[in-house]
Nanobody, 122 residues
């Protein structure tokens, strides 16, 4: 079993920045690829970004490219999402997730964090 504990988030004005963190514990050998998803009110959950712990590489949704940066600290089993130039449409509950697969992309995520609210005011 893998446990993901999220932190960060909150309220920020348009154009501001926030950083989300997600620390993995438990069977961290299963934590190969880590990613972020978000879900806005009344909408389906959508992919934001992911990255692989061992071979690198990153993958971003078009809506966040150039504004968000995903990174991993392997010594802490923690993935970060640095969000800049935030827009009201970035308002959502953000979830971190992890999977055993080396492949980037939305498929096969198995373990999920508890979610954290990000609100961008206009």
């Amino acid at each position: 079993q893998v446990h993901l504990a999220q932190s960060g988030g909150g309220l920020v004005q348009t154009g501001g920045s926030l950083r989300l963190s997600c620390a993995a514990s438990g069977l961290t050998g299963y934590v190969v690829t880590m990613g972020w998803f978000r879900q806005a009110p009344g909408k389906e959950r959508e992919f934001v970004a992911d990255t692989n712990r061992f071979i690198g590489g990153t993958n971003y949704a078009d809506s966040v490219k150039g504004r968000f940066t995903i990174s991993i600290d392997n010594t802490k089993n923690t993935v970060y999402l640095q969000m800049s130039s935030l827009k009201p449409e970035d308002t959502a509950v953000y979830f971190c997730a992890t999977k055993k697969s080396y492949a980037l992309g939305t498929a096969d995520y198995e373990y999920w964090g508890q979610g954290t609210q990000v609100t961008v005011s206009s």
